[in-house]
């Protein structure tokens, strides 16, 4: 069966930082990509941020939303199958439920947010201005 699971979230001021973190179970992880997406209230979900699997050759990519650059940093850690999203210099407009994913895909493609995926429950990020 698998799981995927967040956890790191809450309320934060705006400025503040937050790190989220996923794990996963009843998949394999290191050969797929991962990914974070977010959805707020109102608003369709999206995908923020995107990691490859690691390929001897080229190593890992990455892929932000435009939002998100140069604030969020996606990570991994395939040892312990842990998935990360540090989130520096938070705004008010990143306040939503954020969601883990693993992807049926190994890359990050322009259409990763289309993939296949298995999904997490999600965790509450709350930023106050």
């Known amino acids: 069966q698998v799981q995927v699971a967040e956890s790191g979230g809450g309320l934060v001021q705006a400025g503040g930082s937050l790190n989220l973190s996923c794990t996963t179970s009843?998949?394999?992880?290191?050969?797929?990509?991962m990914g974070w997406f977010r959805q707020a209230p109102g608003k369709e979900r999206e995908g923020v941020a995107c990691?490859?699997?690691?390929?001897?050759?080229?190593?890992?990519?990455?892929l932000y939303v435009d939002s998100v650059k140069g604030r969020f940093t996606i990570s991994r850690d395939n040892a312990k199958r842990m998935l990360y999203l540090q989130m520096n210099s938070l705004k008010f407009e990143d306040t939503a439920m954020y969601y883990c994913?693993?992807?049926?895909?190994?890359?990050?493609?322009?259409?990763?947010?289309?993939?296949?995926?298995?999904w997490g429950q999600g965790t509450q990020v709350t930023v106050s201005s």
């Open positions: 990691i490859s699997y690691f390929n001897g050759r080229t190593g890992i990519t990455t």
């Open positions: 994913a693993a992807l049926k895909a190994a890359y990050c493609s322009d259409s990763w947010q289309k993939a296949q995926k298995y």
């Open positions: 009843g998949l394999t992880f290191e050969d797929r990509a």
